[in-house]
């Protein structure tokens, strides 16, 4: 159905995962369009550059128990970027800024609306990856920011409360944003999953008697990790997103210790990937963009010795803390900036690194919420997520449209095309030579300007059919090719031409001021010399005459 979501049936509908990318394969796309000059609005507004991973800060309110007990707070917000946290003794002050602190009076509908996430969501439709991810330590709101308190999805979850997080609140908007695209068929897929002890869980295909682990695989064709055998449900109907969230938060681990009743005990990735189908109106081809939303809820950091962990959840807890640092060791070897390609990034070292890799180093916009409790009594973690949100900040990504790669090399080479056609014409009518009957059919060839094929996109994703085209549309594209070459080469030699023509004028200019001295007629010599001039033949001639008149 154009403009909005095709209308199949509205049940949920699995798919194989093998059908669409998985959450780290951009790269399986021939991914050429860069995002140049449009992520404004992604801006830090401390002066970062574009491009950069956007971080705001949250602050959670406190709760009845700290307000009873009166907990003082370690957080001053001094301006809608800047934040400073000051510790037991006075003395100890930490100054932090960031795009964007929102404090603990901002519902959750100004979250939305503040937190920049309608961006990203903008920009997943046009064909970008997209990721959204809550870090901090325990119990300071990251779950709460993403989907809401846990009542929400319990026996009776309700649609039209106010406390749905940022998850919910995208769903509405980004089904609401894909109406009334008249030339644009979108499809929404979804899969959810957990990382549990470093075992990967598909939360929309949960094992009840025995827990299936899915394994993370290194695709060396597409140059990502993915998830070998995920769940990817198709949502014809928002209520089908629904379904996808409630199914996931119903089943992921939560467990519950001395800070958190429900705290999470794994990291989720909740991903949507938007694929648009539209015909590209220049070009006449069929293109379609494979744009996609992670939500990214981490598991929270914790201090065991305050958590009182013990058993099992102790076992979460070091899981989820060896891979916190994992992220955080990856996230400031990635700050470096240059220095970055020279240093070797651990992302192998945990199922988590593997799995963000392409988020937060790859051709993504991404958008980090640090999450932090503002009392004193958590001023070491709340410096430490401030410092560890600081570091992702100075990251750099190079966002760049996803498209299909049989799709993008054919718009590739028409454009090319194009190019050499108008280049063509124009040398033509400088040189004055006819269109060659040996190319009659322009519209047909294609080859990039460069010369260059992506032949290992040719390899991987064409079929025979295409290969065929694509290779016919080659050979012809070489033949035109060489008549640009052709072109190229007259048109160099008239130029040469030209400048032996007037070095030779000037000579014989000089010649004639000598014979003035001695010829009364010099004088019509110069005239008829400088009529015929500038070209050779033409010059040879008043040359000669000249030569005749003066002897
Ligand atoms: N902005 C907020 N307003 C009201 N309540 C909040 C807010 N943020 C968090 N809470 C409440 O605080 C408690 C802890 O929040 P939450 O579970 O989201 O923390 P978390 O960071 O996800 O913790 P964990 O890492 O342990 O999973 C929850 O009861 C939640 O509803």
Redesign the pocket.
């Known amino acids: 159905m154009k403009g909005h979501l095709s209308s199949k049936k509205s049940n949920i509908g699995k798919v194989s995962s093998d059908e669409i990318p998985s959450p780290s394969d951009s790269s399986r796309y021939g991914s050429t369009v860069s995002l140049t000059g449009s992520i404004n609005s992604l801006t830090d507004d401390d002066g970062e550059n574009d491009g950069n991973v956007r971080v705001i800060v ?1 602050i ?2 406190l ?1 009845a128990k700290q307000v009873r007990t009166e907990e003082s707070e370690s957080v001053q917000v001094i301006s809608p970027t800047q934040i400073l946290v000051k510790g037991t003794k006075e003395n100890i002050t930490k100054n932090f800024t960031f795009s964007s602190i929102l404090t ?1 009076e901002v519902s959750q509908a100004d979250v939305f609306e503040q937190s920049g996430v309608k961006d990203l969501i903008d920009k997943a439709v046009q064909g970008f990856s997209s990721t959204i991810f809550c870090y ?1 330590q ?8 993403l989907t809401g ?1 846990p009542h929400l999805f319990g026996d009776r979850p309700d649609p039209y409360s106010e406390d749905h997080g940022l998850v919910y609140r995208s769903f509405v908007y980004l089904y609401d944003s894909l109406q009334g695209h008249e030339d644009v068929t979108f499809t929404l897929k979804a899969s959810f999953y957990e990382i549990y002890n470093e075992k990967i869980i598909d939360l929309l295909n949960f094992g009840t008697n025995q827990q299936k682990f899915l394994n993370v695989r290194w695709s060396r064709k597409f140059r990502g990790f993915y998830v070998e055998n995920l769940f990817t449900v198709q949502c014809d109907e928002f209520d089908d997103l629904l379904a996808v969230l409630e199914e996931g938060m119903r089943y992921r681990a939560v467990g519950f210790h001395n ?6 005990r794994s990291h989720t990735i909740l991903t949507v990937h938007v694929i648009a189908e539209s015909k590209d109106s220049q070009e006449g081809v069929f293109i379609s963009r494979h744009g996609k939303i992670n939500f990214v ?1 981490l ?2 950091s914790e201090m065991t010795k305050k958590t009182k962990s013990h058993g099992k959840t102790l076992v979460e807890a070091n899981n989820i803390n060896k891979s916190l640092m994992v992220l955080g060791y990856c996230i400031s070897k990635l700050s470096e900036g240059k220095k970055r390609n020279s240093g070797h990034i651990p992302y192998r070292d945990s199922q988590l690194t593997k799995l963000l890799a392409d988020s937060l180093a790859g051709n993504g916009v991404s958008l980090m919420i640090a ?1 932090i409790s503002p009392t004193k009594y958590n001023f070491s973690e709340t410096v430490n997520t401030l410092r560890y949100a600081a570091r992702a900040k100075r990251i750099k990504n190079s966002p760049v449209i996803v498209m299909d790669p049989r799709e993008s090399l054919i718009l590739s080479l028409r454009r090319a095309l194009t190019a050499l056609q108008i280049e063509n014409e124009h040398l033509r009518a400088l040189t004055n030579v006819k269109k060659s009957k040996e190319f009659p059919n322009f519209p047909e060839m294609v080859q990039p300007v460069d010369g260059t094929v992506d032949r290992t996109a040719m390899k991987y994703f064409l079929g025979e059919t295409d290969k065929t085209f694509v290779h016919r549309l080659l050979q012809e594209n070489i033949a035109l090719r060489d008549e640009n070459a052709e072109l190229y080469a007259i048109r160099d030699s008239l130029m040469r031409d030209q400048e032996e023509a007037s070095r030779q004028n000037e000579r014989l200019k000089k010649m004639v001021d000598f014979s003035k001295i001695n010829h009364n007629d010099a004088g019509e010599v110069l005239e008829e010399i400088n009529a015929q001039n500038p070209l050779r033949t033409s010059f040879t001639l008043s040359k000669a005459n000249y030569k005749k008149q003066t002897s």
């Open positions: 949250r959670k309110p709760n603990p901090g325990t119990g300071s709101g990251k779950t709460h920011t308190p800070m958190n009743e429900h705290s999470s809820d598991a929270g999450c």
